[in-house]
């Protein structure tokens, strides 16, 4: 019994001294986990420029005709355009310049009295037209905004009330005119020819050219000048700019996805003015772009070389 006594509380020792070596080893902290490096927020996408506002809207114009012994009378108000004007008599601009021997650059005043086509002689001029011809004569045109869309301009001996650069009352005034020679000329984008200046089948015409672009590329003014439109009024050009250039020069833009610029912007030759696009009547993205000498139409091809 002594025997086994010993032996048991010697096992006990054993199991005790085991326990304490066990207890002694170092204890081993668990390697921390490495923490996800902070990933930044993504960066804040800007949004596309919205398409430019004109500077000036014109005004609509109410039709109240007086009827006198030499026909119709328009008496001009301010914000009107001769565009406006007659459009809202039915009748085409062309005959309104024709019958009051307008010349450029086709500013009216506001006070002015305008002779108006009678309705007879409307009707008999569209009677023997086609549809088609008809529908040219009454839509607009790159040369009808040219010849009719600026805004009728006060008269020297109205009073001029001051108002803010941004106000409606400064921008509805005529742009000013550019001297000095015409700009060296230079192409607006980048990009082959896709159809070029002249006489197309079915009897068309370019009156420019047409460039291939991607969507959203620059265009740049093609010489210095002055914002004289920024619109979409004629649905087959798009988005389109006009700028008026010195010694009678126009540069035209058309297609682009969003203007950038607004009427009476002064712009420098190479500034971004438009992003390209397929706006109006194309189906992939192209610049229409056009070079006036006056109303007159001139290849850009010949006048600025390169293509």
């Known amino acids: ?16 001294a085991g326990c304490q070596s066990y207890g002694g080893l ?12 902070a990933v930044p927020p993504p960066a804040a996408t800007q949004p596309a420029p919205a398409p430019a506002r004109p500077a000036w809207v014109a005004r609509r114009v109410v039709p109240d005709a007086v009827t006198t012994p030499q026909g119709r009378i328009h008496t001009v108000k301010p914000g009107e355009t001769g565009i406006a004007i007659a459009r809202a008599y039915g009748v085409p601009w062309p005959d309104v310049v024709a019958l009051n021997g307008l010349a450029p650059p086709y500013v009216l005043e506001v006070g002015q009295k305008l002779r108006l086509p009678s309705a007879q002689a409307a009707t008999a001029r569209v009677a023997g037209m086609t549809l088609e011809q008809r529908a040219r004569a009454f839509d607009l045109d790159i040369d009808s905004i040219v010849t009719g869309g600026e805004p009728a301009a006060p008269r020297p ?22 001297t000095g020679p015409a700009p060296a000329f230079r192409w607006p984008v980048e990009g082959r020819i896709v159809s070029g200046f002249g006489p197309k089948p079915g009897g068309r015409f370019n009156d420019g050219v047409n460039l291939k672009v991607n969507a959203g590329q620059p265009v740049r003014a093609a010489g210095d000048g002055v914002v004289a439109y920024a619109g979409d009024a004629i649905p087959g050009f798009g988005n389109l700019l006009l700028i008026k250039h010195a010694d009678g020069w126009v540069s035209a833009y058309g297609h682009n996805e969003a203007l950038l610029v607004q009427r009476g912007t002064r712009v420098k030759a190479g500034e971004v003015i438009a992003r390209a696009g397929q706006s109006g009547a194309v189906s992939e993205p192209q610049l229409h772009f056009e070079l006036r000498k006056g109303r007159q139409p001139v290849d850009p091809a010949r006048v600025i070389g390169g293509r």
Do not use: D, E, F
């Open 26 to 37: 170092p204890k081993r902290t668990p390697p921390a986990r490495a923490r996800p490096a």
């Open 157 to 178: 001996t109205s009073p001029v009330r001051r108002a803010g650069p941004n106000s409606a009352a400064s921008a509805a005034v005529p742009l000013p005119a550019l």
């Open 1 to 16: 019994m002594v025997v086994r006594a010993y032996l048991v509380i010697g096992a006990m020792g054993l199991l005790l």
